[in-house]
């Protein structure tokens, strides 16, 4: 199956977009983390969720350092704790 550009999830046909979300949680199932590893490697944080959080977000540094955080809907990042 041919992905399709989340830009164009609004204009999708249901049967688009039933393929869009096919597609997209295929991915999400069979992720290996190597796209985290190398946000990692390239000295950029990353962003996940855990169960245990609910509150928040995790964001992990390349360093190790964990922090709970919680993102507004304009963006903006507040960190609520270390971990």
């Keep these: 199956m041919t992905a399709l550009p989340i830009e164009e999830l609004d204009s999708m046909t ?7 979300w096919t597609v997209f949680e295929s991915a999400l199932a069979h992720d290996d983390g190597q796209a985290a590893r190398l946000h990692l490697a390239a000295g950029r944080p990353i962003h996940y969720c855990d169960d245990r959080y609910p509150d928040g977000v995790i964001r992990k540094w390349p360093d190790g350092q964990r922090e709970l955080v919680k993102v507004d809907s304009t963006g903006n990042v507040t960190v609520l704790r270390l971990l």
């Design 14 to 20: 249901p049967a688009e977009e039933k393929q869009f």
